[in-house]
C-alpha cells in the first residue's frame, strides 16, 4: 500500500515538475522546475507532520517523499532537457501542456479525497437492546481498530449511518441517525479503523456525545 502511495506522489510530483519546467522555458529559468517542486515536498512533509499527523499524516509523507524522488530525478535530467529546448516560445504541444498538466493535477488530487476513505463498516443492523448508549473499542487483524458502537432505548427505531471520520488530533467520529424499520429495537454498528487517536470522541450530527 505504502509504494502506491510514493507512486501517486511520483506522478503528481513528475506533473508539477513538467509544468513548471514548460513556463519557465521563457525565460530559461529552468532550475525553477526543481525549485518549486522540492517546495511541494517540504511543504506536504509539513503539512503531514504538523497539521495532521498521525496514521493519516504518514500519507501525506509518504506522498512528498514521491514528490522528492520526481524532484530528484528532474534535477538529474535538467541539462539534457535545457539542452533539447532550443525556443523560448511556446510551441502548440507547450500551450497544451500547460492546459492539461493542471486538469490532471487537480483531477487526480479531487479523486483521491473524493474516494479515500479511512473507515469500513464490519457490521450493522438492530437488537432488542433497551440500555444506554455505549461504545467498545478493541484491536482486530494486522493491528487495526473496531469501534463497536451500539445505541440505547433513545434511540429505538433508528439506524446509525457514519457521516464523518476525523483523525486531525484526536479521532472524532460523527454519525447520523436516520429512520429504522423496528420500533422495538435500537441500532448498532461496528467501524473499523486503520487507528485511533486518543482521546476518541463519537457525536451525533446534532452535536450529542455517545460516552
Known sequence: MAYLIIIGGIFLGSI???????ASKKFEKYYIAPVITFLFFIAISLYGFIIVGGFDGLGYVLIAFGFL?????????LPGLSRLSKSKEFGKSDKL????LPLIFFT?????????????VIDEGENTYMGDSYYEISTI????KQVALTLGEA??????????INHRGSTDITINIVDGRSDDKT??????????????TIRTTDGTIIE
Open 16 to 22: 508539477v515538475f513538467l509544468f513548471t519546467y514548460i
Open 69 to 77: 524522488i520526481a524532484g530528484v530525478a528532474g534535477t538529474l535530467l
Open 97 to 100: 501542456m500547460l492546459i492539461v
Open 108 to 120: 487526480v488530487i479531487g479523486s483521491a479525497f473524493y474516494l479515500d476513505r479511512n473507515y469500513w
Open 141 to 144: 487483524s494486522e493491528g487495526n
Open 155 to 164: 434511540y429505538a427505531g433508528k439506524t446509525i449511518e457514519v457521516e464523518n
Open 187 to 200: 441500532p448498532y454498528i461496528w467501524i473499523g479503523l486503520y487507528d485511533i487517536n486518543e482521546p476518541l
